[in-house]
């Protein structure tokens, strides 16, 4: 049938299943928006629309995370195209599935400087999985396909299609191909058998299952390391715990596997590396057998990678070759799919006991907790905990409270702590519960967050408003740059240069300026009564919690230091 390619973008996203479309209007995308109207699809796919193209990059972040499917995210050309990356980049650390559609001005006009055009495919070609630059309208349907196969396929990604203006306004012939006919579609399908070695994750080689099931068998200290790859890899959460409790080991966490291993499980050590637990870091200093699934050893967990687990034989899994032996050397690997991996391991895998392992670890005592009439860190987790009967999903921008969700709630699934532990990125928190809440109906989104980084995002208040998104914002308020102080306090010889943030606004007030309810705490009593008229009421709130300007995160182990060295203990 003729249809205009604006229409085919729109008919391209109900092919893949897509409900929701976070997204800025301009210039050059008009014609897509055009349709919303124009022939009713706005009854059909849900747009929110954000206070800014960033907010919709991490909404539609938040959203993929939350859900597993492929967030959608448009734009248009120019600043509107940029402001999209580091959404972008932060969903491209983090392995997250979002395409992101924009367009560019029209292709006479392409090359010329012309008013808001920019190369954005040439930006953002190190921070997608694939990007493309679309002039041929008969080839719009297919890249559109091909972007979301690639964006939820192998190691999940972000892939950006720029469509030009022009484009948007051609009639083309459309032909509606259910998702799974795709792969046997012809131009289509011989694209997808191109890409193949990106979409389809290796079968696992029988022989390296073997050899690490007899180094299992030679083991006496093993020890697991969980990745955020074991969250992405569909069903690979059973799998996993499985195998954990067949082996009988002690199992770690890096931030982004938190919820693959629950949180009060008796084999669960906690997070490792620079803010690891005490019990995390001595077991991978003193294991054997070091068993990593779904990780990249980056430097917050391999702290120093010449003494990481220095006595172990290292095993990596993981589906992405190239993340093998590339910060941390490794004894053996296997290529693959974590759930695919997990499964075979699982098929021979006799049950292990390692007791007087287990106790040695479990050995070395936490910080001891503070109780007094002061708010701590841990007592605001411990009541979200509490008061949501540990099913809530918590998403934290990037900092030191960041650190005390990973310490103080337990995570009991996948999707249930959003956070960019890649790129680390300040100002992500409300755009991404926003679309974690919007995924997840029902649950209870807390969105986690400092001084700092809500002042860099509190404008999408207005979208969280409008949309009676019922996300509640809990701002850890210690006055300062929390995390960039405390290395100041440590290492810095106490210069607190550039921290102090002893300035506006009264974030209840804005709350309020925004139609939003808010409240204050600086007691535990104080924030669990807050907590529940917030949790209670189905609608979203802003609670500002009052915390010591010098609560620290600990431990505490120094960048490029061996992670028992504990500069703060």
């Known amino acids: 049938m003729k249809m205009k390619t604006s229409q085919v973008l729109l008919e391209c996203l109900l092919e893949q299943g897509v409900d929701t479309v976070f997204g800025y209007p301009g210039g050059t995308i008009l014609n897509v928006y055009d349709e919303f109207e124009l022939h009713g699809y706005k009854d059909k796919l849900r747009h929110i629309l954000t206070a800014h193209e960033q907010g919709a990059s991490h909404a539609a972040d938040g959203y993929a995370r939350a859900t597993g499917k492929v967030g959608v995210c448009f734009a248009t050309s120019g600043p509107g195209a940029t402001n999209l990356t580091t959404g972008i980049a932060t969903a491209y650390y983090d392995s997250s599935p979002v395409v992101f559609i924009t367009c560019n001005v029209s292709e006479n006009l392409i090359g010329k400087d012309s008013f808001q055009e920019v190369d954005i495919t040439g930006i953002s070609m190190p921070i997608t999985k694939c990007n493309y630059l679309v002039k041929d309208p008969d080839s719009l349907a297919d890249v559109l396909r091909e972007a979301f196969a690639i964006a939820r396929s192998g190691r999940p990604g972000p892939v950006l299609v720029d469509i030009a203006k022009n484009v948007t306004a051609t009639e083309v012939d459309y032909t509606p191909l259910p998702l799974a006919e795709h792969p046997n579609h012809g131009r289509l399908g011989a694209m997808l058998r191109r890409a193949s070695h990106d979409l389809k994750a290796p079968e696992p080689d029988s022989g390296d299952i073997q050899t690490l099931l007899d180094m299992i068998e030679a083991a006496r200290k093993p020890l697991v390391l969980v990745g955020g790859g074991v969250i992405r890899s569909k069903n690979a959460v059973p799998e996993f715990r499985k195998f954990i409790e067949q082996l009988g080991a002690p199992v770690a966490s890096t931030i982004m596997g938190g919820g693959a291993c629950p949180g009060n499980h008796p084999l669960f050590t906690g997070m490792i590396g620079m803010h690891g637990s005490h019990a995390s870091n001595y077991a991978v200093d003193q294991c054997d057998l070091l068993i990593a699934i779904g990780c990249r050893f980056s430097d917050r967990v391999a702290t120093d990678p010449a003494t990481f687990a220095r ?92 650190m005390w969700c990973a310490q103080y709630y337990h995570f009991s699934r996948p999707g249930q702590l959003i956070t960019s532990g890649g790129f680390g990125t300040m100002g992500f928190g409300l755009g991404a519960a926003m679309g974690a809440s919007i995924g997840s109906p029902g649950k209870v989104v807390v969105h986690c967050t400092g001084d700092g980084c809500f002042r860099m995002n509190c404008h999408e208040l207005c979208t969280v408003e409008h949309y009676g998104i019922p996300v509640i914002t809990v701002i850890f308020n210690n006055r300062t740059l929390g995390m960039v102080r405390q290395w100041q306090n440590l290492i810095y010889d106490k210069r607190f240069s550039q921290t102090d943030l002893d300035r506006g606004p009264d974030f209840v007030a804005l709350a309020n300026a925004y139609g939003i309810e808010g409240g204050r705490a600086a007691t535990q009593q104080e924030f669990e009564a807050v907590f529940r008229k917030a949790a209670a009421s189905g609608r979203p709130w802003v609670i500002e919690c009052a915390i010591d300007k010098d609560a620290m995160v600990h431990p505490m182990v120094s960048a490029g230091t061996p992670v028992t060295d504990f500069i703060l203990d």
């Open 311 to 402: 006595n172990a034989r290292i095993v990596h899994i993981d589906i992405d070759r190239a993340e093998i032996d590339k910060n941390v050397a490794t004894h053996h690997h296997i290529i693959g799919d974590a759930r695919r991996v997990l499964e075979l391991l699982n098929a021979s895998l006799p049950r292990h006991d390692y007791p007087q392992w287990r106790e040695w670890v479990f050995s070395h005592p936490e910080v001891p907790l503070k109780k007094d009439d002061v708010l701590h860190p841990h007592e605001i987790l411990e009541t979200i905990q509490d008061v949501t009967d540990g099913d809530a999903v918590i998403v934290t921008d990037v900092g030191q409270h960041q």
